[in-house]
């Protein structure tokens, strides 16, 4: 699949690796994220609620044996790329990336509301092409959400314009999005398919997107599942494609 596309990516929410059986438990993540989860030839991993929710929110998962797994490389290896020393992202949110892709510049992005959630907004180059990807987790909460894109996107408004790709668990259960993904508000069309992610048992919400802006276009999108999946999170996994610009 990800020999088709310019970027390929897999976001998924492991839920602080308690599974619905209420057991905590990094090691069965971490084994369903390399049995199920993982697809051979994708360019990136982006997870959601990967450090503990409360201050100084420490990481859940062993970073080396997801690069071991994946080939990927773990983009927040300085300090200032995340959260708090102990934390392996910001705010729950990692990004890990195939190592021909280079981060020029990562920005760590603080959203407002009273749960505490962010962005991580990387600007990459992997070859001729430079382009943006965003990973984030938005509030359950329509109105917060409506600030959090808007924040984000007066971010992006003021870095140098690049195609855009955001990904992650946006909370958003609209196929169409709604007033939170209106051009109107975020000054540019973030598009894409909106496939059901949750529940996990029988999936009718699309919470879980990859969207990109123009000239970049999502061209599919797909929901993983699996035995481990159903048990190990509350949302399933979602393999993109996207064509970038020339």
Not at 124 to 135: D, E, N, S, V, Y
Not at 194 to 204: D, E, G, H, L, M
């Amino acid at each position: 699949m990800a020999q088709q596309a310019n970027f390929s990516c897999i976001s998924w929410n492991i839920h602080r690796c308690r599974g619905n059986d209420g057991r905590f438990d990094p090691a069965r993540t971490l084994q369903v994220l390399v049995d199920e989860v993982w697809q051979d030839g994708v360019d990136a991993l982006i997870l959601q609620e990967a450090d503990e929710e409360c201050p100084p929110h420490a990481g859940l998962l062993d970073i080396a044996s997801v690069e071991a797994a994946t080939g990927l490389r773990y983009a927040h290896g300085a300090v200032e790329q995340r959260w708090a020393p102990r934390s392996h992202g910001f705010l729950g949110v990692i990004m890990f990336l195939r190592p021909d892709i280079a981060v020029r510049r990562m920005s760590l992005v603080d959203l407002p509301g009273h749960c505490h959630r962010g962005a991580v907004v990387a600007d990459l180059t992997r070859g001729p092409k430079q382009f943006r990807l965003i990973g984030t987790h938005l509030s359950l909460w329509q109105g917060l959400r409506l600030a959090q894109l808007r924040t984000i996107s007066q971010h992006v408004f003021r870095q140098a314009p690049l195609p855009a790709i955001l990904v992650g668990d946006l909370n958003e259960w609209r196929p169409w999005g709604g007033l939170a993904l209106s051009p109107r508000l975020l000054g540019n069309a973030f598009k894409g398919p909106a496939k059901p992610t949750f529940p996990i048992s029988r999936p009718v919400l699309p919470l879980d997107r990859v969207l990109a802006t123009d000239p970049a276009k999502v061209k599919t999108t797909c929901v993983l599942d699996g035995p481990g999946i159903r048990i190990t999170s509350d949302h399933r996994p979602l393999l993109a494609e996207v064509a970038l610009p020339g």
